[in-house]
């Protein structure tokens, strides 16, 4: 079975400051992990995804997340805010078993920007 | 490129009545997966059909249905219709199946009255 935990709800930041969205995930199987993006009224958009690769992982708009096996976390990290990072933000994994991909989404944590 | 595209982006559908969704993936991908979303439970996996075939299902009752045309557009069905369902339903496809970087559609937003 596979899960994936976001630690907030909701993350207030101020402009210019640095983000720290958390994520924890736990899976029987060498998972795939994913952070989207949904601003309001649209679809999800995906930011940057982890495949075994490289742990440290760069997405667009400034994004990056850190695979730590040890501590079962991809936590999603950006320097500095900016105003149209307000958003919710979903933190995903993957398991492929016997050609058959699952997603499974966190419930999700919405950034909002104090100007 | 043309993105996903779901159809209708708005619908109102009274209890007890069945709806369809439809969605077109980006050309050349061929698998499409469906997702609903409510603001109590977030985003459950509700399928995904690669191939014209049902490769994976969410844990949802059997008044929820897809399939997928040669084409790779898919539709949804939910047949009578609960209060419940009101939703977000999204729609998403991939290359393959298995790649894990799927595009999302705007979704249809699905209200029963």
């Known amino acids: 079975a596979q899960s994936v935990t976001q630690l907030d709800s909701h993350v207030s930041v101020s402009e210019g400051t640095p983000v720290l969205l958390r994520c924890n995930y736990s899976s029987s199987y060498s998972p795939s992990l994913f952070w989207y993006v949904q601003h309001p009224n649209k679809g999800l958009q995906l930011l940057l995804k982890?495949?075994?690769?490289?742990?440290l992982v760069k997405g667009i708009n400034g994004f990056e997340a850190e695979f730590k096996k040890s501590e079962t976390s991809f936590h999603l990290t950006k320097p500095s805010a900016h105003m149209s990072d307000a958003a919710e933000y979903f933190c995903?994994?993957?398991?492929?078993?016997?050609?058959?991909?699952?997603?499974?989404f966190g419930t999700g944590t919405r950034l909002t920007i104090i100007p | 490129k043309a993105g996903v595209t779901q159809t209708p982006r708005y619908l109102i559908k009274t209890r007890g009545q069945q709806v369809t969704l439809s969605c077109s993936p980006i050309?050349?991908?061929?698998?499409v997966s469906w997702y609903q979303q409510t603001p109590g439970q977030g985003l459950q996996f509700l399928f995904e059909?690669?191939?014209?075939?049902?490769?994976n299902k969410g844990n949802f009752p059997g008044r929820f249905s897809g399939r997928q045309f040669s084409n790779s557009r898919s539709e949804m069905n939910v047949s009578t219709l609960e209060l419940g369902d009101s939703a977000l339903y999204l729609c998403?496809?991939?290359?393959?199946?298995?790649?894990?970087?799927?595009?999302f559609g705007q979704g249809t937003r699905l209200t029963v009255v």
């Open positions: 050309s050349g991908h061929r698998s």
């Open positions: 059909y690669f191939s014209e075939t049902q490769r």
């Open positions: 982890y495949t075994s690769a490289a742990t």
């Open positions: 995903v994994v993957s398991v492929l078993n016997f050609g058959n991909e699952k997603l499974t």
């Open positions: 998403a496809s991939s290359l393959t199946q298995g790649s894990g970087e799927a595009f």
